[in-house]
């Protein structure tokens, strides 16, 4: 099983890695990235992660559009959304459109630990 993490910003990227490395147990191979929502469908078609985290706010395709498009190729996909406090409105949006769950910034490796066995991911 696998985890796609997509955000434009590396830094952020690389802050839920190693969340998910360090504080989940998570297998570093198991992790793939896309930096915008484009690269995060061909990835997500590519590698079929069980799990991926999305940024809201990214440019050339956002993660609200995202939602809707890998939604479109595969109702079961669990997107847990991440995003700063004052995205709430578009959050509501991409969890009306199929994202599972939401996790707001910055990133609590607890709430991320809680977000994957939530999704089944990790067995508690």
Known sequence: MSILIVDDVSLMRRILKNILVGHCGIDERDIYEATDGNVALREYKRFKPRVVFLDVLMPIQDGKETVRELMAEDPNAYIIMCSSAGEREIVRDCVNNGAKDYIIKPLDPERV????????????
């Not at 630990?113 to 508690?124: D, I, R, V």
């Open 113 to 124: 630990k809680l977000a994957l066995e939530n999704s089944g991911f990790l067995s508690g």
